[in-house]
């Protein structure tokens, strides 16, 4: 039986050398480099001040009166119109500011791809799905241990994806690059008697796939987690689930998780990931909640 944790554990990013840094934060506002340039963001959970005040940057993106979304980037024409490479270990992406805040992809989850690989230690033959894949670091980082199933119901974001190989030099590897539901997805792979040796998913809370299949994490989550256990099992390594932007604690992704996953071995974590500013006494900032499994003993 899994062994539930109740102690919260931090998930702090590392591995990005000059990809990716916060430079300060404080009254709402974070200021990020990614790469070569700087960008201003809004960030609710800044409640301090900043420490510096040279807030100099190629963009800041200006919120709109949705708290939920909404707003524009004011950019500098100096900033290349297709994106710059930013890379992490081996993998090599393009950055690029986009209309939902972000620069197509989460600085934050560096510690989640650190943390799956450690899981599939020297396996080399995994079978492994990344569902609502996004534009694929998650899935190259994977790659080096088997096949993945990479999907995401945009063909946008798979379609960067798949240039994000071909940066990284990887487009020979084994995935799949599917444009699909995460949820029907899953359940067919169910239907089919399919097992993975690991599973990371990273829904939002609203979506819609790309027949216009409508996503409310609260309501939708528990039957994809209920599916994604059925393709588990007993020697499989890992399960991995971050949520952003919700009002809800980890130990209520905790519990779904243990409902979920009690009968197989291994443990049952939940907590925080978090980025940390550069220089002495770096604050840390919050991003998103998470809960795992691990079966790697």
Sequence with gaps: MAELRRDPVLMVGEGWEGGYRLLDSGNGRKLERFGPHAFIRPEPQAMWNPRTTDWRAAGEFIPGSDEDGGGRWQLDQSLPEDGWPVSWNEVTFTAQPTPFRHLQFFPDMAPVWDWMREQLGGMTEAETMNLFGYTGVGSLALSRHGRVTHVDASKKSVAQARENAALSGMEDRPIRWLVDDAAKYTAREVRRGNRFDGIILDPPKFGRGPKNETWRLEESLPAL????????????????????????????????????????????????????????????????????WSNSG
């Design 225 to 292: 987690l209920a599916d994604c256990r059925q393709l588990l099992d007993a020697d499989s390594k890992f399960l991995f689930l971050t949520v952003y932007a919700v009002r809800m604690s980890s130990l209520a992704l905790a519990g779904l998780v243990d409902e979920l996953f009690a009968d197989l071995p291994g443990t049952i974590e939940h907590g925080d990931l978090a980025v940390q500013e550069t220089g002495e006494r770096g604050r840390l900032l919050p991003t998103a909640i998470f809960a795992r």
